[in-house]
């Protein structure tokens, strides 16, 4: 449905051939919409099965709104570049969407997804957390 609205709504070609990462919501595996998004994923060629998915529970809002560290761009975030954080320090490897994908269709396969969170009370910046 956003993906809908914003066609709708917006006066120029639309490409999405900038998405690095998804980030599916809690609600989203509660209500079984999973495989709807990646339906709706499959119609953009633009969109490469090589993003990086992870999970949620964080509004998404909240989450998308957050300042990349130390005011780093985005393409230099968790979300974009999970790879060089994993060789540093991770419990479970990122995973890209065609991993997602190819799990998901096995009914036995269990596919653990990084987890996003905001954490606000680890870091300062001129004085403010």
């Known amino acids: 449905m956003a993906t809908d609205r914003l066609y709708q709504a917006v006066q120029q070609?639309?490409?999405?051939?900038h998405i690095k990462g998804i980030v599916f919501t809690e609600r989203a595996f509660n209500r079984g919409l999973v495989r709807e998004v990646i339906d709706v994923l499959d119609?953009?060629?633009?969109?490469?099965?090589?993003v990086w998915t992870f999970a949620t529970k964080e509004p998404i809002e909240q989450l998308f709104e957050t300042t990349p560290f130390l005011d780093y761009s985005p393409y230099f975030s968790l979300?974009?570049?999970?790879k060089d954080i994993d060789e540093q320090s991770s419990f479970i490897q990122p995973k890209?969407?065609?991993e997602f994908i190819a799990a998901s269709d096995e009914k036995a396969a269990v596919l653990p997804l990084p987890s996003l969170a905001v954490e606000e009370k680890s870091w300062t910046e001129n004085k403010k957390l």
Do not use: K
């Open 43 to 50: 119609r953009y060629n633009e969109i490469r099965h090589t």
């Open 96 to 98: 890209r969407i065609n």
């Open 13 to 17: 070609g639309v490409s999405w051939g």
């Open 79 to 82: 979300l974009a570049n999970p």
